[in-house]
């Protein structure tokens, strides 16, 4: 079963760019829900959080144990499950993860849109890896750099893109995973298909 992880806090962190500051509980339940639209396999979600918080869908909450921004990801990808999949909180799920949640390597991530054959973390398919989760490096990018790892959009074309690097410009068609970084952020858009899928 596929144990979908992402990370959600408020005091723990005191590092983090304002660009990040705009999360709330309810994006951990929208998330949530935009995978189970789209997913019609049982699934576990995991959040990694800095105390207590009161969702309302089916989600477990573990202790963030991680203090810098830039490394928090990196637990996530050492959470105990068979199968991982880790996202971060501003990612939309506009098609089927059948494919996707079926992988079964080592490692998959998306190639960085800025900088070409380099691992970005903002989608990571693997199993339990505590090896990566514990290593020292600058940040989580660096981290999954580290290791042999398979690349997303060679395993399945087109199938997870960056909206900056890709929607923006050239639609949906065939994608199934759209992830954030910097800005915009959902919240900030209006386009229908955005206000379809994040609720």
């Not at 049982?42 to 573990?62: G, H, M, S, T």
Request: charged share 25%; with cysteine; proline share 6%.
């Amino acid at each position: 079963m596929i144990t979908v992880v992402t990370v959600y806090f408020e005091r723990l962190i005191t590092d983090v760019p304002k660009m990040s500051r705009c999360f709330s509980p309810k994006w951990v339940d929208r998330l949530y829900r935009g995978i189970e639209r789209h997913y019609d396999k049982p699934f576990k979600f995991v959040c990694l959080a800095d105390r207590e918080y009161q969702f309302e869908e089916e989600i477990e909450i573990r202790p963030l144990k991680q203090s810098k921004w830039a490394n928090v990801c990196q637990q996530g990808y050492g959470v105990e499950a068979d199968r991982i999949a880790f996202m971060g909180l501003d990612t939309l799920i506009v098609g089927d993860l059948g494919a996707l949640f079926d992988y079964q390597g080592d490692l998959a991530v998306p190639e960085d849109p800025y900088r070409k054959e380099r691992a970005c973390s903002g989608f990571v398919l693997c199993p339990s890896r505590p090896d990566i989760a514990s290593v020292k490096a600058r940040n989580c990018m660096e981290a999954l750099d580290e290791f042999p790892h398979d690349w997303l959009h060679e395993l399945y074309p087109g199938q997870v893109q960056s909206y900056k690097g890709y929607v923006q410009r050239y639609g949906l068609d065939g994608v199934s995973v759209v992830y954030f970084h910097g800005y915009p952020k959902p919240s900030d858009m209006t386009d229908a298909w955005v206000r379809e899928n994040w609720n």
